[in-house]
């Protein structure tokens, strides 16, 4: 599938699609192309249904990448089409902001099972809550952690008494 098939199916959709273009390689300078897809979480399954629909293999899953942005947490979840192909692989992030009093996304590992990882990963360390996710351990912070505190939110729920930046972290 090429990248104006992509960006027209999405339109069809009713979604704006912002490409980033950027120069990669070492030897052999070539441009690349990033699509970005603002959707609401609403959509975020019917949409990533529709990305696997209309691609002519099963998009790559790469991660899930959140950031803290104030009042909101945007969560971007990274594909790529045509993953493999020599200067053929399309990535393409779908982007969701989720207001911080009203924090949760739906789940995707009935559709992609490889989401478990990253879903568990933003519960743990943004605290968003992932909707439908069966196994909610966590992964890489210890059992023992404090409740409500997220290393990845720049907000008060960030932590200070467990950062050596903190001033007051050896009291």
């Given at each position: 599938?090429?990248?104006?098939?992509?960006?027209?199916?999405f339109?069809?959709?009713?979604?704006?699609?912002?490409?980033?273009?950027?120069?990669?390689g070492?030897?052999?300078?070539?441009?690349?192309?990033?699509?970005?897809?603002?959707?609401?979480?609403?959509?975020?399954?019917?949409i990533?249904?529709?990305?696997?629909?209309?691609?002519?293999?099963?998009?790559?899953f790469?991660?899930?990448?959140?950031?803290?942005?104030?009042?909101?947490?945007?969560?971007?979840?990274?594909?790529?089409?045509?993953?493999?192909?020599?200067?053929?692989?399309?990535?393409?992030?779908?982007?969701?902001?989720?207001?911080?009093?009203?924090?949760?996304?739906?789940?995707?590992?009935?559709?992609?099972?490889?989401?478990?990882?990253?879903?568990?990963?933003?519960?743990?360390?943004?605290?968003?809550?992932?909707?439908?996710?069966?196994?909610?351990?966590?992964?890489?912070?210890?059992?023992?952690?404090?409740?409500?505190?997220?290393?990845?939110?720049?907000?008060?729920?960030?932590?200070?008494?467990?950062?050596?930046?903190?001033?007051?972290?050896?009291?």
């Open positions: 599938m090429e990248l104006e098939e992509i960006i027209d199916a339109k069809e959709k009713g979604l704006e699609v912002r490409v980033q273009t950027r120069m990669a070492v030897k052999k300078k070539v441009e690349r192309k990033t699509l970005w897809v603002d959707i609401e979480r609403e959509r975020l399954r019917e990533v249904e529709y990305l696997i629909e209309i691609s002519e293999e099963f998009p790559h790469s991660v899930i990448s959140p950031s803290d942005i104030g009042d909101e947490v945007e969560v971007n979840y990274h594909f790529s089409v045509g993953y493999g192909k020599y200067m053929g692989e399309i990535p393409i992030t779908l982007k969701v902001k989720v207001p911080k009093s009203d924090l949760w996304v739906p789940t995707l590992t009935d559709i992609i099972p490889g989401t478990v990882f990253s879903e568990r990963e933003i519960i743990e360390m943004m605290g968003v809550d992932v909707k439908g996710l069966e196994d909610k351990r966590h992964l890489f912070l210890t059992e023992d952690f404090p409740e409500g505190v997220y290393p990845w939110r720049r907000d008060e729920t960030a932590p200070k008494k467990t950062n050596k930046l903190y001033e007051g972290w050896k009291e």
